[in-house]
Nanobody, 121 residues
């Protein structure tokens, strides 16, 4: 069993900042890519950012220059630092991770439970 547990989101004023974290636990042999997606009301879930075990990073265009993804491999944790937040960033944010549970396990994608981020004055 593998679990991804996200930190609590919250209410932030426009222009403000918020840091999300997500820790993986359970039967973990190796963690490959980790990342964040989000889903706003009435919209499809979309990719925000990903980071590989080697540190290669990919951002969606709409967060470039504002959000920073990082990870602590020793803690099996991924972070998302969100700055200059806008109302359009309001969404449920989901952590994802590609995790293998053993040397013969090719791995699968896991999702966190989601955390609400609301940007409003």
């Amino acid at each position: 069993q593998v679990q991804l547990v996200e930190s609590q989101g919250g209410l932030v004023q426009p222009g403000g900042s918020l840091r999300l974290s997500c820790a993986a636990s359970g039967s973990i042999f190796s963690i490959y890519a980790m990342g964040w997606h989000r889903q706003a009301p009435g919209k499809q879930r979309e990719l925000v950012a990903t980071i590989t075990s080697g540190g290669k990073i990919n951002y969606a265009d709409f967060v470039k220059g504002r959000f920073t993804i990082s990870r602590d491999n020793a803690k099996n944790t991924v972070y998302l630092q969100m700055n200059s937040l806008k109302a359009d960033d309001t969404a449920v944010y989901y952590c994802t991770a590609a995790i293998s549970s053993g040397v013969l396990d090719r791995g699968k994608n896991y999702w966190g439970q989601g955390t609400q981020v609301t940007v409003s004055s």
